[in-house]
């Protein structure tokens, strides 16, 4: 899970990149990076700053002066391929041939580790990192030379670059390419894995064209939300912000991922059609249904979330149940999300710095904690023993998803099968090690009817970390067993202690 965004305009548009990556801070807080193209119309020369660090630290305003041009494009990093510490994976990637391309990535790439054998062997392309972003920009370029050879460039051969791009990249991509001289090129994998929309603003200057992760990065920047790239779909914006789009998949269909609803993306953004917080209101009402089957609605006094994701959700529940819904939790918002941190250690460690109790809300209540999604069990078990320190009676927990059992190979931190607390074990084992007097589980057949229900265009979600169902077909035993040695493998920070979250390899890229 990364935040991307790509805009063509007819004033500089270093300020206006910013002002989207603090938009999609949420999907990525590792690193970021800007790329401009100008400072002239012909867009022709490339300036870049990219590091490690929040948007907010990475750019300074002497990074900012630094950034002319009227096309640009950028991306947050939340690291799952490649190494996590490594100031040269952040994005965007250049190469200087053909053209000069730029590039940003959202998703992971299940075949990197053949392609970047093809790349060398066949191609005669080096790859000197190990991020699956720097394949795939090896891959673009390699195409787009061939589509381009002795022709002018023009959207019909980037559209037949990107067709051949789809028949030999596999996994989840969400993409953003600025091609110097000629504009910005936007595509999304056949299966629509990962979220990208298109938006315009009409200013005083003239037309503008953006292209980001989530539709809150382009309203909150005053465009106007035109529609989503459909999976397999390119777009080409050229210099003068004409649109050209064309379908590059032979069979593609929109299977996104639910994930993306129950936690990735804002709750004000609507993905493929369908709002993210009526998504979570309903994932409430089916949990509400979970709980009542499950135990007596008497034995609960108040419903309370886990901030902040699980809001909707617990709210619904609580309207549903009948019970007062309170805040029983104060978030620290300076301290980063647990869920994406680079580290166990540091995640252990900030559970306590980033949530604080509020005990009038638990002092000799039966409470029931809601929560988006329950993946190690760590933060969970740390949750119900403050609620426990804070004076509650009895502490129940409700995960608004099902149980995560499954790694994710499609871009999101969902670790090895061994430190998935829901994988070979029960629902009773797992309610006996977070400490809790009762668990419960969303029903994944409902949440996909109730999220599906919001655009009938879906054709299916991409859950894999709940039922092992893997879209693409190409996630083998082996390629497990390789994630787990490379994530063994990695190198760790100076925090000794810390044990990357990240997975590596053929497992879940940028």
């Not at 970021?32 to 300036?47: E, L, N, S």
């Amino acid at each position: 899970m990364c935040g991307i965004v790509g805009v063509i305009s007819r004033s500089p548009v270093n300020q206006l990149i910013y002002d989207a990556l603090l938009l999609l801070q949420h999907r990525g807080q590792d690193a970021a990076g800007i790329v401009t193209a100008g400072p002239d119309q012909a867009g022709t020369k490339f300036f870049m700053h990219k590091a490690r660090g929040m948007v907010r630290d990475v750019f300074r305003t002497r990074n900012m002066r630094a950034l002319p041009g009227l096309i640009g494009l950028g991306q947050v990093r939340y690291p799952t391929a490649g190494n996590a510490y490594s100031e040269e994976e952040a994005q965007p990637f250049y190469v200087n041939a053909p053209f000069g391309l730029v590039l940003v990535h959202n998703g992971n790439i299940t075949n990197a580790h053949a392609l970047r054998k093809e790349l060398f062997a066949i191609d005669r392309r080096h790859v000197n990192t190990d991020s699956d972003t720097e394949v795939l920009l090896n891959v673009v370029a390699h195409e787009l030379e061939l589509a381009a050879r002795d022709l002018p460039l023009s959207p019909d051969e980037v559209f037949k670059a990107v067709s051949a791009v789809h028949r030999r990249v596999k996994g989840s991509y969400a993409v953003v390419c600025l091609i110097a001289g000629y504009g910005l090129l936007a595509f999304r994998d056949p299966y629509g894995i990962r979220p990208l929309c298109l938006g315009e603003a009409h200013t005083a200057a003239g037309k503008e064209v953006m292209v980001a992760s989530e539709s809150v990065a382009l309203e909150g920047t005053g465009h106007k939300l035109v529609r989503d790239v459909a999976p397999g779909e390119a777009v080409f914006i050229d210099l003068e912000g004409n649109v050209h789009a064309r379908q590059c998949a032979p069979s593609a269909s929109l299977n996104p991922c639910i994930f993306e609803f129950v936690y990735l993306a804002r709750p004000d953004s609507v993905i493929d059609g369908m709002s993210v917080y009526q998504a979570r209101l309903n994932m409430g009402e089916t949990l509400a249904q979970r709980v009542i089957s499950t135990m007596p609605p008497s034995e609960i006094d108040v419903v309370i979330p886990i901030p902040e994701s699980s809001r909707p959700s617990a709210m619904q529940l609580a309207q549903k149940l009948g019970k007062p819904y309170r805040e029983g939790f104060v978030k620290n918002r300076y301290v980063g999300r647990t869920f994406i941190m680079p580290g166990q250690g540091m995640r252990k460690k900030s559970v306590r710095q980033k949530l604080n109790a509020i005990a009038s809300e638990f002092k000799g209540r039966n409470v029931l904690l809601v929560d988006d999604s329950i993946v190690r069990g760590t933060t969970s078990k740390e949750i119900v023993q403050m609620a426990r320190e804070a004076g509650a009676a009895k502490v129940f927990m409700a995960s608004a998803a099902p149980p995560v059992r499954f790694p994710n190979v499609y871009g999101i931190d969902m670790p090895t099968s061994a430190e998935l607390i829901a994988h070979d074990r029960s629902t009773e084992e797992i309610r006996a090690y977070i400490g809790a007097d009762a668990l419960i589980y969303q029903d994944l057949a409902a949440m996909k009817r109730v999220v599906g229900a919001l655009n009938p265009r879906i054709s299916g979600f991409e859950a894999s970390c709940f039922d092992g169902s893997y879209i693409t077909g190409d996630v083998s035993v082996a390629d497990f067993a390789a994630m787990r040695s490379q994530r063994l493998a990695q190198p760790e920070e100076e925090d000794s202690s810390a044990q990357r979250l990240a997975l590596q390899g053929t497992a879940e890229g940028s």
